[in-house]
């Protein structure tokens, strides 16, 4: 690791130009104004690669020379909330042919503010820019959510994160899913179809003909066919091709 930079913005999650700092673990951010800011720290190689967002913190700013009644400090002077709302639950992905659909429930927090997915096709997202994004998702606290990602490659694991956020620009990222498209095809030459009702024998063609080590079953089958004759349990089908016993 070659140092760190930081940068801040009066939005959360939205940042200006970021401060080089090099390896200090302490910085004065100067020229601030009144109200608040939102921080956020990089780190980098010598290479110039940079990792993913650290948590966010914030400060408000406010005017010391207002009156305050007592020894209570003005609403904006109270400490931001730092803590990020849980995980979405029941996160899973299922695959389909070249997509597959996610599912999950929101966390319950009332702060929940949405979710944002990010994936990749080599490992699970590390951080809120690792990998590509899918979407933002917003919605309500505990409700079920539903997407599907189309056009995929089949045969391809895609890997996802899911990082909840509430409304103080808090991020939890520790939700994960993984799952790989496959073609849904037709039944092969080989593979069995579902028919109707009934039973049928089909005589063989010319060129599936019975071999030296079949010709020993034709004499029984003869006999079962005779049998049902003096039965008259049959009817011969109107293409003269199979017999259908009823």
């Known amino acids: ?28 951010v100067t020229g601030l104004g009144l109200g608040t800011y939102y921080f956020a720290l990089t780190a980098y190689d010598a290479a110039g690669n940079e990792s993913a967002f650290s948590n966010e913190i914030s400060k408000t700013f406010f005017d010391t020379s207002a009156p305050v009644s007592g020894n209570t400090p003005p609403e904006d002077a109270q400490p931001s909330d730092m803590t990020p709302p849980a995980d979405v639950q029941h996160f899973s992905a299922v695959p389909g042919d070249r997509e597959i659909t996610l599912q ?11 979710v944002l997915i990010r994936y990749r096709t ?3 997202p590390s951080g809120l820019n690792d990998g590509e994004l899918l979407g933002d998702f917003k919605g309500e606290p505990n409700q079920n959510m539903t997407t599907v990602q189309s056009g995929l490659e089949n045969q391809v694991t895609y890997y996802y994160s899911a990082s909840s956020y ?4 808090n991020y939890q990222s520790t939700a994960h899913a993984s799952a790989s498209p496959f073609s849904t095809g037709g039944n092969g030459p080989d593979q069995p179809t579902a028919g109707g009702g009934g039973c049928a024998m089909r005589f063989p063609q010319k060129e599936n003909l019975p071999g030296p080590a079949q010709a020993a079953e034709i004499p029984l089958l003869l006999g079962v066919l005779l049998f049902m004759l003096l039965k008259r349990r049959f009817r011969w089908s109107s293409t003269g091709c199979c017999i259908r016993f009823r």
């Open 104 to 114: 999950w429930i929101n966390p319950p927090d009332v702060d929940f503010a949405g």
């Open 166 to 169: 509430d409304s103080h620009g």
């Open 122 to 124: 080599d490992r699970y």
């Open 1 to 28: 690791m070659a140092g760190y930079k930081v940068y801040y913005g009066t939005v959360s999650r939205h940042y200006g130009a970021p401060i080089t700092v090099g390896n200090q673990t302490a910085y004065t």
